[in-house]
């Protein structure tokens, strides 16, 4: 049963059991050779392996209807009188963590133009001066290639990952609320919930780290959708402060420490080198691999990895003794 061997396939890899879940997608894949959810699926498995060309092979065949758009997808090869655009079909935080490649693209081409959303505009416009920075397709260029399959097409693979030191840059805010002798540690409890909901942190959950003397905390949610802020005077709200990226980025620089879920603000971080711990669901995104501790991404990101499916607890404990020892 073609449903069966998918679900199993997926159920796998979120336990971790990889081979198992590479050999359910195969067989689901006898019965729908051109299923797209189990070629996706089964290249994120292959990705959470760190097995870069199997994974490409199945993961770059993701949203056809995406790269129907863009003409003459480019394959690698050099074109130095042509113009490349790059692409997105995926959230904010991809962008952030795959932008490290565009420049590594631009020898192979004349010129190179990133086609991004407004709220990344600032950052990447201030970020890449020799990369031309658009909020819209005017169809003038000659190739084109998704911002997520760059290393792929320049055959990069995980194990040297360019600038896991930093890669972006902004100016430290100005803002006032940052005024303060205490340790300054920013919190990001909750992204897009609805669609990743085992990301979600409660607030809750983090009390005994509210309580901890000496530190400021600072929160860094845009929209938080369950008003769960308002319950913790502990806690500074900058989300009237955050217009786009390079508003979130500006303040980042400001603290200390930032602890978050995986989301764009973590990703963001890390390209700015900010000493940042990184709490995980046990069935974390295939991008994280099956790392417990570090990442090859960020050096300056610490993960922190659930032991068990939803269970924050132990996550939270290791949080309380690391503050407890270092502040």
């Given amino acids: 049963n073609y449903a069966s061997l998918h679900n199993l396939g997926v159920l796998y890899r979120n336990e971790r059991n990889f081979d198992e879940s590479i050999k359910c997608l195969k067989d689901a894949l006898k019965l729908k050779p051109t299923s797209e959810k189990s070629l996706l699926a089964i290249g994120m498995t292959y990705l959470s392996k760190k097995d870069f060309k199997n ?72 970020n890449f001066n020799d990369i031309e920075i658009i909020l819209n397709n005017d169809g003038n260029y000659d190739y084109s290639d998704n911002i997520m399959y760059l290393n792929y097409h320049m055959n990069l693979d995980f194990y040297n990952i360019p600038n896991p030191n930093g890669y972006l840059k902004a100016k430290k805010s100005n803002n006032i609320k940052f005024n303060t002798n205490k340790i300054k540690i920013g919190l990001f409890w909750q992204g897009n919930y609805d669609g990743y909901k085992n990301r979600a942190i409660a607030l809750k959950e983090l009390e005994c780290l509210l309580n901890i003397t000496n530190i400021q905390y600072y929160g860094f949610v845009k929209e938080d959708k369950l008003n769960q802020i308002k319950k913790y005077p502990q806690i500074i709200d900058l989300s009237q402060d955050i217009n786009d990226f390079y508003d979130t980025a500006s303040m980042l620089l400001d603290l200390d420490l930032f602890i978050t879920i995986d989301t764009a603000a973590a990703n963001l971080a890390g390209a700015l080198g900010v000493k940042t711990y990184l709490l995980l669901p046990y069935a974390s995104e295939w991008r994280w691999f099956n790392d417990t501790e570090t990442t090859p991404w960020y050096d300056s990101i610490t993960i922190f990895k659930q032991k068990e499916n939803w269970v924050w607890q132990d996550v939270v404990e290791r949080l309380y003794d690391k503050l407890k020892n270092l502040y």
């Fill in 55 to 126: 994974g490409y092979k199945y993961y770059t065949t993701k949203k056809p209807e995406v790269q129907n758009l863009y003409k003459n997808h480019w394959d690698g090869s050099e074109h130095k009188d042509k113009t490349l655009l790059v692409y997105y079909d995926s959230g904010f935080g991809d962008q952030i963590m795959f932008c490290r490649y565009l420049n590594l693209a631009k020898p192979f081409f004349k010129n190179v133009k990133f086609l991004t959303h407004s709220y990344l505009y600032r950052l990447f416009k201030d």
